[in-house]
């Protein structure tokens, strides 16, 4: 009917505007984005909200093997699955996904040819009016194994697909690490074939490199959140910005007033790498190689050794284990002889397939490097965190987080993480100019030394070399494994180390204790990366073990430590370089006092999360006991390391 209103018409081609004309824009913008996903290299699913298939991209078509209209209309559970899947992974999939949370994780499928695929899937819930699910949006990418691989070149030869460009692409992305996010998507676009095409703004180049990185992830997602957020709230989440922008995440602010002096010394003696002195007065240090001349016969064999000390090692199991006597049976030799009986135990020679003559001479060239001039880092000291090592080594948790290369990587970093100590902190060795500290670059001197030494000592003679026999990619692991746990010991790193233990290995395992219905992923305790934080706390745990032993054990320990100390400061002063531990003067020190701070600053926090996962309750024992001792000498106003009376 016409109308010649112009009033009429008008609203009329509003009502048009808002129904035929904005539908038809929604229908070109829908074509567009199915295009997209059609074209998408990556595999989609969508399904109702009760799971029916209501749409797959061409990508999933291949992946899976079926056509689209097998499964348009069909519930997904009408599809064969893989019994590969852990049994309850679909009922923990679908408590996720119905209270409107997305779930990411691994997932096997069957295609239908029935092979079993193991899949990257990210299910998203799509949310409409009322907050009601409508849809669920599943974005499948193969997982990048051998098997994998072989099944998908055989789909795409199968498929018939003759875009090469296309299928190199494809395997070349699942060669990548799960990543959908904006790079991906704008870097197809950048791939211009002349040169100032490929030329950007420096914002736009920064942003492209790090727009991977999980911190830069996390800072897009707080200033995200800051948009809609009260003031309060934004304020807070700028400290939040700032303390994530620090590179030292993990270390804590190390507080300046009011410290305890004990405390602020051992802090600055073994945290710091020292004062740099811009004068040419230089120290350098001269190694000097101190080797026992007793007339104890070496074994050949570990079934060689005297009775003596045979009966010694009967005990070197257990924890109470007393390294001090071994020492003196041994004329300062305690290394060779408890190496030869815990790499016996473990199975090394056999693992290296090596004889246990070229193990014995690897053994005396480490010892013979050790300087038994030091009153604490000598190898009486190694054979100590040896010790240690392998007993934290028999704990069940740690056992069955480890393979066999993780035990010998981790044995032989114990034996040869202070070889050639000079008995001086890498502060002193910054301060004086040293060689060592010239050739590191007054970072991490010490144990960077401590393992390039052990292994030019190692391959340097064929009669000693204890690696000879194994292939170059076991040899290169266990190598990197060894390096990595030896420079966990330097203090500096050491808070990083402990909180990312509890963060990763400690909280995770408590919150799966606890029977959290969390959607996260298992513990992985297996993880190489969990594997890595697990066998750099161990190392760390045995090298400042001292605490935890035995009373009589912690007191010899306690003394020596303090007199190495002592003497560099002694040193310190004859030398007029800058004194990095005061409180460590022979005349005026307080041991106890010293003892207490160690173990409130250091000790403490970290064998609680070691406890927590290897259950260690004697050693938390002997750790309350000693600290109770040390507490009533200072109570007492003693300095020394007994009472007088007992002593």
Known sequence: MENSNIIACYNELIQIEHGEVRSQFKLR??????????????AIEITSDDHVIQYVNPAFERMMGYHKGELLGKELAELPKSDKNRADLLDTINTCIKKGKEWQGVYYARRKSGDSIQQHVKITPVIGQGGKIRHFVSLKKLCCTTDNNKQLHKLHRDSGDNSQTESHSLRYKNRRKESIDVKSISSRGSDAPSLQNRRYPSMARIHSMTIEAPITKVINIINAAQENSPVTVAEALDRVLEILR???????????????????????????????????????????????????????????VPPCIAQLLDNEES????????????????????????????????????????LRAWLQVIEANYHSS????????????????????????????????????????????????????????????????????????????????????????SKCNIFKNIDRNHYRTLRQAI?????????????????????????????????????????GKNFPENQILIKRM???????????????????????????????????????L???????????????????????????????????????????????????????????KC?????????
Not at 29 to 38: G, P
Not at 265 to 280: A, E, I, K, N, P
Not at 328 to 357: D, I, M, N, Q
Not at 408 to 436: K, M, Q, W, Y
């Open 319 to 358: 924890w109470e284990f007393n390294i001090f006597e071994l020492e003196a049976v041994t004329h300062k030799r305690p290394l060779v002889y408890l190496g030869l009986k815990v790499f016996s135990r473990f199975g090394v020679c056999e693992f290296l397939h090596c004889s246990e003559t070229t």
């Open 246 to 304: 620090t590179t030292e995440l993990y270390s804590p602010q190390l507080g300046t007033k009011d410290e305890d002096p004990h405390t602020s010394d051992l802090v600055g003696g073994l945290m710091t790498d020292g004062l740099r002195r811009l004068s040419g007065n230089e120290y350098v240090f001269t190694k000097n190689v101190h080797q026992s001349h007793s007339h104890l016969a070496m074994p050949i064999t570990i079934n060689d």
């Open 483 to 523: 390096i990595d746990m030896v420079l966990a010991t330097e203090m500096t790193k050491h808070f990083e180390h402990v909180n990312k233990f509890v963060n990763s290995i400690n909280k995770p395992m408590a919150a799966e204790s606890e029977g959290s219905d969390c959607e996260c992923n298992p513990t």
């Open 374 to 461: 030091n009153a604490y880092h000598n190898s009486t000291h190694a054979a100590d965190v040896l010790h240690a090592t392998a007993f934290f080594l028999g704990k069940e948790r740690v056992k069955g987080s480890l393979d066999q290369l993780d035990e010998v990587a981790a044995l032989i970093a114990a034996t040869v993480h202070d070889v050639d100590h000079p008995g001086r902190t890498n502060s002193f060795l910054c301060n004086a100019g040293s060689e060592l500290a010239v050739l590191y670059n007054d970072t991490a001197v010490l144990e960077s030394h401590h393992t390039a030494l052990a292994f030019q000592l190692t391959v340097k003679d």
């Open 538 to 576: 161990m190392i760390k745990c045995a090298d400042v073990a001292n605490p935890c032993r035995p009373l009589d054990l912690c007191i010899e320990w306690a003394g020596r430590i303090s007199e190495e100390y002592f003497a560099q400061t002694d040193e310190e002063k004859r030398q007029g």
């Open 639 to 647: 300095k020394s390391l007994r009472l007088p009376s007992d002593s």
């Open 578 to 636: 800058p004194v990095v531990m005061p409180v460590f003067d022979r005349n005026t020190c307080s041991i106890p006092k010293s003892q207490i701070s160690f173990i409130d600053y250091f000790i403490t926090d970290m064998f609680d999360a070691w406890d927590a996962f290897a259950h260690l309750p004697a050693l938390m024992q002997h750790l309350a006991d000693n600290y109770k001792h040390w507490k009533t000498l200072d109570d007492l």
């Open 29 to 42: 913008a829908c074509n567009s984005v199915f295009t997209a996903l059609d074209h998408c290299h990556e």
